[in-house]
């Protein structure tokens, strides 16, 4: 899709059109990773249904932790002892994608795989910072180039796990 927002909320590809799009181009395999609460959770169980009936892989990519405030202000901010870094932890992270935990996980499809991305982040604090003390983030929840690298092994494993 050359779209930057199918399936994502005032989207106008829905779920069945982007089935009917990978039907047409002969597609076997469909990775989706969002934001959270930029995908409704009703539009994943939508296309998980759509996706099994064309006998379609579907792997769901979990959202990247984010913040409230601006990663690298907060950095400098707290560097500068103006205020404390904004903080996360897995629990949180879990807390506030409790819902599209729950309902990814109850969908009915063996052809439709979640990969968690909390763990690469979070341990259980989430990082900020690489270990060479690079910003993961550049806002509150767009990744860098090294945040996105922290990602390689989950790309790995969901590109062996195509077939």
Known sequence: ???NDPLMRGSKTNAFGLIDEAVQK????IVLHYAPDTIEINVIEELSLLAKNRNIQLSFIMPVPVFDKNVPMSLLKSKNGMEKSTYQTISDYKNYNNDLINKISKIDYDKFRVYQVADVFCHPICQLISEDGRPL??????LTLTGSRKLHGIF????????
């Open 156 to 163: 790995v494993r969901v590109i062996t796990d195509l077939h």
């Open 26 to 29: 002969r597609v076997d395999a």
């Open 1 to 3: 899709i050359i779209r």
């Open 137 to 142: 983030y550049f806002d509150n929840g767009h």
